[in-house]
């Protein structure tokens, strides 16, 4: 069983950054992929970037990867998502999942509940 707590959204204005974090409780991130997703208001459910669990590889969803960066600190059990001049359609709620394959879908074992992240023109 883990659980995953994200943190680090907020309000911001359009070209800002912002650095989430997702901290693993009652278990670990080693050995495992961790992804980020996000879900805008009446969507489905949108991959963003994705880090296998040696962090040694990297994915990300659509045009994100200029803007976005995904790290791990197995140390600190806690995964990253960097995101660089922020877009009025980047906002929605960032969801971190784990599990054992790193993958665009939504084949994970664990999911934390969220964080806002909302910008502004």
């Known amino acids: 069983q883990v659980q995953l707590v994200e943190s680090g959204g907020g309000l911001v204005q359009a070209g800002d950054s912002l650095r989430l974090s997702c901290a693993a409780s009652?278990?670990?991130?080693?050995?495992?992929?961790i992804a980020w997703f996000r879900q805008k208001q009446e969507k489905d459910r949108e991959f963003v970037a994705g880090?296998?669990?040696?962090?040694?590889?990297?994915i990300y969803g659509r045009s994100l990867e200029d803007r976005f960066t995904i790290s791990r600190d197995d140390a600190e059990n806690t995964a990253y998502l960097q995101m660089d001049s922020l877009k009025a359609e980047d906002t929605g709620v960032y969801i971190c999942?784990?599990?054992?394959?790193?993958?665009?879908?939504?084949?994970?074992?664990?999911w934390g509940q969220g964080t806002q992240v909302t910008v502004v023109v």
């Open positions: 999942a784990t599990g054992p394959n790193l993958d665009y879908g939504t084949a994970y074992d664990y």
């Open positions: 009652l278990g670990t991130f080693r050995g495992s992929a």
């Open positions: 880090i296998s669990h040696s962090g040694g590889f990297t």
